[in-house]
């Protein structure tokens, strides 16, 4: 499972959704706000669906919240009517409902892996109740809690929480193989009619429609943006990149691909520096200065040397390998041995071994014992191993005591089960949806995207989003859609309290700039 979880969940936004949350809300003992069945609940959708409706409210600084919640799973089906799955999800309308829904937004989450449940931005980030962490992220004994979340989107728009088939509770139909829903264009095959068919029964055509994912929920994310357009005519108004991969050359290193080393090298720097392993002068110097001092340095020299490969000078060689000491925080003699090329997981073993210490690769500010300072790699993640129980265990209480949704078959937080998955034709270079985004700006030119990305994230680095935004062919009006902001904390940006409620300002500011000043009303012909 360890190997799994290093080499398969690449992201999930997870961070996926870590390492904060908000201390404020009820104890413990009084975790589960009051819920009551709704009294005027949608009428149950035909086919087999699984629904729960339940209202509750939660007090924010701004005062109380309002909303309805509907827990449960759809049946997707085929143009036959066949069923070929079960999609759980959550979703939360803020009460009371407008008149017109063309007045209120609406926002379809999910998480990454592949294999990771919506679970961490829904309880992580942006749903009305979170897990109940420390202010700088850090997970409390057992049992754990939720709180109220006074950063939750729900403010500012309706949210849909979607487990993709084979997270959470979400299945195939009895009788479906499963390998039509594993893969790249077969996850966002699914997943963009799920969102066709609740849009379509829960009447959102005319609502603002924004998408939010988190690492590989960024690669779907992408490839949704084109699809949903072309197949079901379903135009997005913005979508949020949170830990972002959409070219996975930038994230896989090989003997003929040396960008990621490259890329990797600004988060290097801004863990050691976190860690206090850098020189005194670049410690105290301006921190967004420094590591655009490392960006530039990065790819004006870093870049052509390793290109140079066996080519490269002595003196050239030996100037790149001091300067790589300056900015990680490793020795020469590590880096040389490493030939120039420092792997992300021996950083995270390297970077603190002289005091047996391992750094986390979804957040390289956290920090565990480390048993073996002398292997390849790191033999587990403190930054995600103690979070896993905290993600399962309060969901698996909030949605069978206030979601009033219960299933007694496994909540797949994390899941193996969707391996193997099918990321394309082999021998058709690595993944890429970049071309998918870059297709549904121009096809949709007041598309907007937000990136945001951790700045001690080691799993899906900042900067390879920086990089896939620069190549991407735009025009200038369409660049300016494109927005990059960066975060203290890791890959679950949002772990870290101060994180948590940045991003949460930047989302409702974005998704305000996205929606057109008036939107025409929309009446049913009568």
């Known amino acids: ?69 509907t827990a449960g799973t759809l049946v997707v089906k085929d143009e036959a009517g066949k069923p070929k799955a079960d999609f759980f999800f959550v979703a939360y309308e803020k009460l009371p409902r407008p008149d017109n829904v063309a007045d209120r937004p609406i926002t379809y989450l999910f998480n990454g892996g592949p294999g990771a449940a919506a679970v961490w931005l829904h309880l992580g980030a942006a749903g009305p109740r979170r897990v109940n962490l420390d202010d700088n992220g850090d997970v409390p004994a057992p049992p754990f809690s939720l709180v109220d979340n006074p950063a939750t989107w729900l403010t500012f728009s309706d949210l849909v929480f979607i487990d993709p088939v084979g997270t959470g509770y979400s299945r195939p139909a009895p009788g479906e193989k499963a390998e039509q829903f594993y ?68 994230l896989q290193p ?50 052509p040397a390793l290109a140079a490969g066996a080519a490269l000078a002595d003196d050239q060689r030996k100037a790149v390998i001091e300067r790589l000491a300056r900015y990680t925080g490793l020795s020469t003699d590590y880096i040389d ?28 500010r956290i920090t565990g014992f480390n048993p073996n300072t002398l292997g390849p790699f790191p033999d587990y993640d403190p930054s995600f191993s103690p979070y896993l129980a905290a993600y399962s265990g309060t969901f698996n209480d909030y949605a069978r005591r206030a979601l009033k949704y219960e299933s007694d078959i496994p909540y797949e937080v994390v899941s193996g089960k969707v391996n193997p998955w099918n990321f394309g034709r082999p021998g058709s270079g690595p ?69 948590l409620l940045k991003l949460s300002a930047d989302v409702e500011k974005f998704v305000a700039t996205a929606i057109p000043k008036s939107v025409p009303a929309t009446q049913p012909a009568r």
């Open 183 to 250: 893969g790249v264009q077969e996850d966002i095959h699914w997943v963009a009619d799920f969102i066709r068919l609740y849009t379509t029964r829960y009447e959102r055509w005319p609502s603002p429609k924004f998408l939010a994912g988190e690492s590989y929920g960024t690669t779907r994310a992408a490839g949704l943006s084109a699809y949903l357009v072309d197949e079901y005519g379903i135009s997005l108004n913005g979508i949020v990149l949170i830990s972002s991969v959409l070219s996975f050359q930038t």
């Open 1 to 69: 499972m360890t190997q799994f979880i290093r080499a398969a969940i690449v992201v999930f936004a997870f961070s996926n959704v870590v390492n904060s949350s908000r201390a404020e809300g009820p104890p413990a003992t009084q975790q589960v706000p009051p819920a009551t069945q709704a009294s005027t609940p949608p009428p149950p959708a035909p086919g087999g669906d699984k629904l729960s409706v339940t209202e509750h409210e939660i007090t924010l600084p701004s005062g109380p919240l309002k909303y309805r919640a």
């Open 254 to 303: 090989t003997a003929s691909n040396d960008l990621p080393f490259v890329l990797y090298l600004p988060s290097y720097t801004a863990v050691a520096r976190y860690h206090k392993k850098l020189p005194a002068d670049l410690m105290s110097a301006d921190f967004a200065k420094l590591l655009d001092e490392v960006r530039a340095w990065s790819r004006q020299v870093y870049l």
């Open 337 to 364: 041995r490493a030939h120039l090329r420092i792997d992300p997981n021996g950083f995270e073993n390297e970077l603190l071994a002289d005091t047996r210490r391992v750094i986390g690769r979804f957040d390289g």
């Open 431 to 499: 993944l890429d949806v970049s071309f998918d985004l870059q297709e549904a700006m121009l096809k949709n030119p007041s598309l907007k995207v937000l990136f945001a990305s951790g700045y001690e994230d080691l799993a899906t680095p900042g900067e390879i989003a920086t990089y896939t935004i620069d190549h991407l062919k735009l025009s200038p009006a369409l660049r300016g859609n494109l927005d990059h902001r960066f975060y203290e904390g890791g890959h679950m940006i949002y772990h870290f309290k101060p994180s």
